[in-house]
């Protein structure tokens, strides 16, 4: 009789966590793997990766609208209307997609103007 993955599943869900433990314990003496192994080759390799790109969003005016509005025009060349639009629809990207270096002076541009600014 063979035992399904199903059956193996429903075994391993019914068991309590220290059970669990020391089945993969078991495991990886009986088939000399590790399962940590496993886990770092898997979706943490992704994360480790440097993130290159960057959006420097504006979350709000702060206490000197005008000053939040003539740094946004002076960042992204956009005219005064178009600025002004911009800063009273916070939360909203500044700009999107640019190098840590442009995104950290944007972002202590806008905050010397008085603007709330995220960096994500």
Known sequence: MSVTKDQILDAIAEMSVMDVVALVEAMEEKFGVTAAAAVVA???AE?????TEFDVIL?????NKVSAIKAVRSA???GLKE???LVEAAPTP???GV??????ALQKDL???GAEVEVK
Request: glycine fraction near 12%.
């Open 111 to 113: 905050t010397e103007a």
């Open 59 to 63: 979350t709000g005016a702060g206490a």
């Open 76 to 78: 992204t060349g956009l």
């Open 47 to 51: 994360a480790a990766e440097e993130q």
């Open 42 to 44: 898997g979706p943490a």
């Open 94 to 96: 500044v700009k999107e």
């Open 83 to 85: 600025a002004k639009a």
């Open 99 to 104: 190098s840590k270096e442009e995104a950290e």
